[in-house]
């Protein structure tokens, strides 16, 4: 085989005889083909995969996005602009007061919504004296079963205060409420929460004084104000189920856009802890704040008699609109309502432990 030899590139000019000169032309032609050749088999003899054991295997790993935060299904959190929704749609309604065709329009509805979520619904209806007469009135109960029969109430009123000559909706008192105790009736209904203890949640009626102010018309033994709650109360003494309830938890005026929660000085004080501690630890030390909120009277107060502990998440005294005509619906926040219902759903579990160690 001729060997080919690649000098230096130095371009060496120099005459040859012409017969000489085309025979190292054919020469070299032939030497290069050949080379060609040569290489072309070389190359196609090599494996293409020697430098990879035969059984490699191609891999893809995923990686989770860093910082990605923990999704909370959308069906379980509570959703502050539902309970907005919730807001709007009693305000449209308008004035609900005890024995009105507007207040057993509310009823339905929230009836309908609760028995949507799969809760036992039970409508209890009585008559009250009241000072402006007899008026029909209506509490309602929703059940959640739990492990054991021992029950947590968690409550709102959820009628409108009477005036005479002021057209009043209540968008804070009583519809922020209303419509968060329905949200918290939602996702508890959800079936992702499994209480220890069974949750009532009750809506009731003819929570506010017929007359002005709270005790204007009110006698020693014929209040006039909280005739659902101490209705209910009665009841549960007559049925002998007043021992089922071991804590009581009342929202009301809790919706306002600058929302902060005083102590309410009558609610008992273990179960008022547990809250404000832990509305505190996610985040809300501004709302949960530890100055005494003077109520004076709402419907924990027939609980708290009867010997039930009871608190009340209210904020009153801030509230400049309370029992006004501008307690409408752009005083109240999705985010405060959020707030309460969040602060409510985690306490609930704390609640039930300390019951279950504190035994009956």
Known sequence: MPHLVFKS????FRLMPTKSFNRSIRADRLA????LLAASFLLTACPRNEDRPSNARISVKSSPTPGSPAVVPAAVAFNGERA???????????????GSPELAQTREHIVGLLKGYGFTVKIDEFNASTPIGEKKMANITAELAGESKDV???????????????????????ASSVATLLELARVLGTGQYKPKMTYWLVFFDGEEAFCGSWDECSKPDAPDNTYGSRYYVSQLQKQNELERVRAMILLDLMGYKNLELGRDTLSTRWLQDIIWNTGRGL?????????????????????????????DMIQLNGYPHWHRADDTIDKVSAQSMKIVGET?????????????????
């Open 84 to 98: 907005m929704d919730h807001v709007r749609k009693q305000v449209q309604i308008g004035p609900r007061i005890s």
């Open 32 to 35: 290069f083909v050949f080379f």
């Open 152 to 174: 947590i109430i968690i409550a709102s009123h959820y009628e409108t205060k009477y005036f005479k000559d002021m057209l009043f909706v209540g968008a804070n008192d009583p």
């Open 283 to 311: 985040g809300h030390k501004k709302i949960f704040v530890d100055r005494d909120e003077g109520v004076g009277g709402d419907d924990h107060e027939p609980f708290l008699q009867a010997g039930v502990d009871a608190v």
């Open 9 to 12: 590139r130095q371009c060496n």
């Open 344 to 360: 409510v759903l985690a306490s609930l579990p704390k609640i039930e432990e300390y019951l279950q160690k504190k035994g009956k």
